[in-house]
């Protein structure tokens, strides 16, 4: 049982490059989650998809796009990479399901985009 | 305004200190209240949660809410080197987790 994981672990991209993080569970959780951590401002939700087949807006969606490929994976997409979206990618998942609360976090995609 | 403020530190305290982390949130449709703790490098790992005011214990943990004031705490009783990590509170209603920034908490031998 790995949880959730993500790759790549590091990334350096070019401005105006695209890209793909791939994030995969293995707990059968309905919800997965993506979001991007900054010194001093916390985690911040960029995507999220509830279930299997959709998916929505967070707090910080401009640039990215996501796909939640099968109940599993759900992956995000930066088009054309900003120096703005340097950052710590970290995928979470969720059961989805009655009163739960917990959010089971994947290791992190560390990208620097230059 | 953030949704969820909360001091970063960072944040010294001598081995078998009590420590006390704080927030304050905006949003009171919050439902549920969770700290999270993150060591370095790591992603975020559930610690404790609450969904009404009042205390939760959970060995040397500890979470305090009052809605009313819209503050939430976390108590360490007999703090470890092992506890120094960064410490994230976050409220949520339906799918929206609100995260803090995180307070940097070293615990010295």
């Known amino acids: 049982n790995a949880g959730v994981t993500q790759t790549p672990k590091f990334q350096v991209l070019k401005t105006g490059q695209s890209m793909t993080l791939q994030c995969a569970q293995d707990?059968?959780?309905?919800?997965m989650y993506w979001y991007r951590q900054d010194p001093g401002m916390g985690l911040r939700l960029i995507y999220y998809?509830?279930?299997?087949?959709?998916?929505d807006k967070g707090e910080v969606p401009n640039g990215y796009n996501v796909s939640r490929l099968n109940k599993r994976e759900f992956s995000l997409r930066l088009e054309s990479a900003a120096p703005s979206q340097t950052s710590v990618y970290f995928c979470?998942?969720?059961?989805?399901?009655?009163?739960?609360?917990?959010?089971?976090f994947g290791p992190g995609t560390r990208l620097t985009v230059t | 305004q953030k949704e969820v403020e909360q001091d970063p530190g960072p944040l010294s305290v001598p081995e078998g200190a009590i420590v006390s982390l704080n927030c304050t949130y905006s949003?009171?449709?919050?439902?549920?209240f969770m700290w999270y703790r993150q060591y370095s490098r790591k992603g975020p790992e559930l610690l404790m949660y609450t969904y009404s005011s009042g205390n939760k214990e959970d060995g040397r943990f500890t979470a305090q809410v009052d809605k009313s004031s819209k503050y939430i705490s976390l108590f360490i009783r007999d703090s470890q080197p092992s506890d120094s990590a960064t410490y994230l509170c976050?409220?949520?209603?339906?799918?929206?987790?609100?995260f803090g920034p995180g307070t940097r908490l070293s615990v010295l031998p």
């Open positions: 976050t409220g949520n209603y339906g799918q929206n987790f609100v």
């Open positions: 949003n009171s449709a919050f439902q549920y």
């Open positions: 979470a998942s969720r059961p989805g399901t009655g009163i739960t609360y917990e959010q089971y």
């Open positions: 998809s509830a279930s299997e087949g959709t998916t």
């Open positions: 707990m059968n959780h309905n919800s």
